[in-house]
């Protein structure tokens, strides 16, 4: 089945600093990725969704200046989160709509990013 | 707008019996999708089953079963012969099924299921 993989698994990384989260579909090609974020406890929340060589679309309340999204290709997705403050922690996930998926098809999920910021 | 009302923030169940995890939604799209997936304490997110609105049988997948009430607005998910495995998150989602747009998936809050040996 379609696989997305998602890098890194887990990263702790100093207030200020920027850090990359890569979304690769391994056998297929994501024309929709989007971007969730969770709270400990707490349901995805959709961040953005981006379609492969346009601007990525931010959910209202998400700063687009601060969780940048690049998807350059049909299957690469990379969120950045810049300047990365304590409130930025928490788990990112990202997930890819196939280019010719029919819904039940459609979602394929990354394995997350648990970002620490101290 | 779509959404998604799970309204059991935890639910337990002895080992070998059935549990059912309710599901509602609400949404003004004529044709959607319904899905459940699982989220152990690994984060990743496991699909378990899918509901078209137009499909007539209820769906079910192995020990996954779906009870799609279309008229009541509910897709309540039944494990049966629960696994100490099942122990996890269980999240209700929902998307458009056709027409133009980015057919994302809302979720709802969900349920923490316990498995009691």
């Known amino acids: 089945g379609a696989v997305v993989s998602q890098h890194p698994s887990r990263v702790i990384c100093k207030s200020g600093t920027s850090v990359k989260i890569e979304c690769r579909s391994l056998d297929f090609q994501a024309t929709t990725m989007f971007w969730y974020r969770q709270f400990p406890k707490q349901s995805l929340m959709l961040m953005a969704t981006s379609n492969e060589g346009s601007k990525a679309t931010y959910e209202q309340g998400v700063e687009k200046d601060k969780f940048l999204i690049n998807h350059a290709s049909l299957t690469l997705s990379t969120l950045t989160v810049t300047s990365a403050h304590p409130e930025d922690s928490s788990f990112y996930i990202c997930?890819?709509?196939?280019?010719?998926?029919?819904?039940?098809?459609?979602?394929?999920f990354g394995s997350g990013t648990r970002l620490t910021v101290v | 707008a779509q959404k998604i009302t799970q309204t059991q923030p935890g639910m337990f169940v002895q080992e070998k019996e059935a549990v059912t995890l309710d599901c509602t939604y609400d949404t003004s799209d004529p044709s959607y999708g319904l899905f459940w997936y699982k989220q152990p304490s690994s984060g990743e997110m496991i699909f378990l089953i899918y509901q078209g609105s137009y499909d007539q049988q209820n769906a079910t997948e192995g020990r996954y079963s779906l009870n799609f009430q279309k008229a009541r607005k509910s897709a309540n998910l039944v494990i049966s012969a629960s696994q100490l495995g099942d122990s996890a998150m269980y999240f209700c989602?929902?998307?458009?099924?056709?027409?133009?747009?980015?057919?994302?998936?809302?979720f709802g809050k969900g349920t923490k299921l316990s498995v009691i040996p």
């Open positions: 997930s890819a709509r196939d280019r010719e998926g029919d819904a039940f098809y459609g979602y394929t």
């Open positions: 989602a929902m998307s458009p099924r056709i027409g133009a747009g980015s057919y994302q998936l809302t």
